[in-house]
C-alpha cells in the first residue's frame, strides 16, 4: 500500500534534503516533490499530487502564502486539495495567522522536534490540524483582540446541539473530552463536527477555533 504522498516546499536546499531523509526513512510516508519557491511549488503539486504540502512561509519569486491560497482554490483538485502545513522560524507572525485563515492546516516551527513533525504529517492526513505548540496561545489572542465580525448567517443552520457542540470545540476540547462531559459516545461527537463544520465551509477544527474568535462567539 502506498504511503502518505508528500511535498517540501522550501528555498533552502539543506534544509529539503534534511527534512526528505526524515521523512523517507517511514514506512507509510513518501516524499514525492520538492520546490524553492510558491511558483515551483504549484507546478509540482498539479504533477505529483500529494496528501500533504510542507510550505515554507518567506521564499521568493512567490511566498508560501500566495502559493497557499492559489493551491486550495485550484478546482482541479475537486472536493479533496492537499493538506497544506505552514513552515515558519517565528512562533507566531501575521503571516502564520493569514496562512490559518486562508485554509492551512496549521503551522510548525522549522526547528520542530523531528518526531512531532512526522505525527503532524500523519495528523493533518488524517483531517485534523496542527499548531506548533508553544504558538498556541498566541495565536487564538491574536484572533480574540480583533474587533469581532459579524456572526455570518450559516451558523443560524446550527441545531441547538450543535450549538452546543461548537461551543465546546471552540474552548479547545477534543472528541474524547466532548463525548464524556455530554454523555455522548466519540463517534456520536465525530458526526456532530463533520456537521458543523460542513454547514460553516470550515475545513478543521482550528478554523472552527477561529472562526468563533472572529466572530465573538466563545
Do not use: C, W
Not at 107 to 128: M, N, Q, W, Y
Not at 182 to 206: G, M, P
Amino acid at each position: 500500500m502506498s504511503g502518505i504522498r508528500v511535498v517540501l516546499v522550501d528555498d533552502q536546499a539543506l534544509f529539503r534534503a534534511g527534512i526528505r531523509m526524515l521523512v523517507d526513512s517511514q514506512a507509510d510516508l513518501d516524499v514525492v516533490g520538492e520546490a524553492a519557491n510558491g511558483r515551483e511549488a504549484l507546478t509540482v503539486v498539479r504533477a505529483t499530487r500529494p496528501d500533504v504540502v510542507l510550505m515554507d512561509i518567506r521564499m521568493p519569486v512567490m511566498d508560501g502564502l500566495e502559493a497557499t491560497a492559489e493551491l486550495l482554490r485550484d478546482d482541479s483538485f475537486g472536493a479533496d486539495p492537499p493538506r497544506v502545513v505552514m513552515l515558519t522560524t517565528f512562533d507566531l507572525d501575521e503571516a502564520a495567522a493569514r496562512a490559518i485563515r486562508q485554509g492551512a492546516s496549521g503551522f510548525l516551527l522549522k526547528d520542530a522536534d523531528p518526531e512531532f513533525l512526522l505525527a503532524s504529517i500523519r495528523t493533518v492526513h488524517s483531517g485534523s490540524a496542527v499548531i506548533a505548540a508553544s504558538a498556541t496561545r498566541e495565536l487564538f489572542a491574536h484572533f480574540a483582540s480583533a474587533a469581532p465580525r459579524p456572526v455570518p448567517p450559516a451558523y443560524g443552520t446550527l441545531t441547538d446541539r450543535e450549538r452546543e457542540i461548537f461551543a465546546l470545540a471552540a474552548r479547545g476540547l477534543s472528541n474524547a473530552e466532548i463525548a464524556g462531559r455530554e454523555f455522548l459516545s466519540e463517534a456520536t461527537v465525530k458526526t456532530h463536527i463533520s456537521r458543523i463544520l460542513s454547514k460553516l465551509a470550515l475545513r478543521d477544527r482550528v478554523q472552527l477555533v477561529v472562526f468563533a474568535f472572529e466572530h465573538g462567539l466563545t
